[in-house]
């Protein structure tokens, strides 16, 4: 089962508002990644959780935050966003047990963001 | 420089014929692996196939095989008797060993339609 589960599926939020993205995978997996992707565009790193340690943060606003509570399960808060943030948002999970360069990446349906 | 390389924007193909998705890369690292994915209109990524830099056979997964051409730096992705389910956008995708650990390079994606 290469299943990464995400939730919500649609978000729309105004600009004051405060609210979360959630990813789940049960894999067993112990990385575990947010992306950004525009319409038409490759999706961009944010966030690398190896470990449920926070490896890499591609300098992203602190106006999203990420957290993982435990090896299964990494949230995304949004909070102050701006419209430009619209996005489609995925997280994926990779298993880490091998070289990285053979790691494969298991993507979620991802959370359509619109914020007003 | 672009480390991963996708010259078609757009391709179209008849239904049950063949189609060949170009991709192109660039690294030092002799350590690396190249990755395709497809991402339907409804945004999940779903991961189709996987080649080391040090696999000696070509890959295939079902009606995906890859052509490594490791002096070329190219990984063509190869869709054999396509189908209507196969209209889609298709990301190529490396990983490195030891530069950039953790983060996989995508090209732009080229956008398949399959035709009728």
């Known amino acids: 089962d290469t299943e990464v589960t995400q939730t919500p599926k649609h978000l729309v939020m105004g600009m004051t508002n405060k609210k979360s993205l959630k990813c789940e995978q049960h894999m067993g997996h112990r990385a575990m990644y947010w992306y950004k992707q525009k319409a038409k565009k490759p999706p961009e790193l944010m966030f690398v959780?190896?470990?449920?340690?926070?490896?890499i943060n591609e300098s992203v606003p602190s106006r999203f935050s990420p957290e993982c509570p435990n090896s299964s399960l990494l949230n995304l808060h949004l909070h102050a966003l701006q419209p430009e943030d619209s996005a489609l948002y995925l997280c994926?999970?990779?298993?880490?047990?091998?070289?990285?360069?053979?790691?494969?990446?298991?993507f979620g349906p991802g959370t359509r963001l619109t914020v007003l | 420089a672009q480390k991963i390389t996708q010259t078609q924007p757009g391709m179209f193909v008849q239904e049950k014929e063949a189609v060949t998705l170009d991709c192109t890369y660039d690294t030092s690292d002799p350590s690396y692996g190249l990755f395709w994915y497809k991402q339907p209109s409804s945004g999940e990524m779903i991961f189709l196939i996987y080649?080391?830099?040090?696999?000696?056979q070509n890959a295939t997964e079902g009606r995906y095989s890859l052509n490594f051409q490791k002096a070329r730096k190219s990984a063509n992705l190869v869709i054999s008797a396509s189908q209507l389910g196969d209209s889609a956008m298709y990301f190529c995708?490396?990983?490195?060993?030891?530069?950039?650990?953790?983060?996989?390079?995508f090209g732009d994606g080229t956008t398949l339609t399959v035709k009728p």
């Open positions: 080649q080391g830099s040090y696999d000696q």
């Open positions: 959780y190896s470990y449920e340690k926070l490896s």
């Open positions: 994926a999970s990779s298993s880490r047990d091998r070289a990285v360069s053979t790691d494969t990446q298991y």
């Open positions: 995708a490396m990983r490195e060993g030891r530069a950039n650990a953790g983060k996989s390079t």
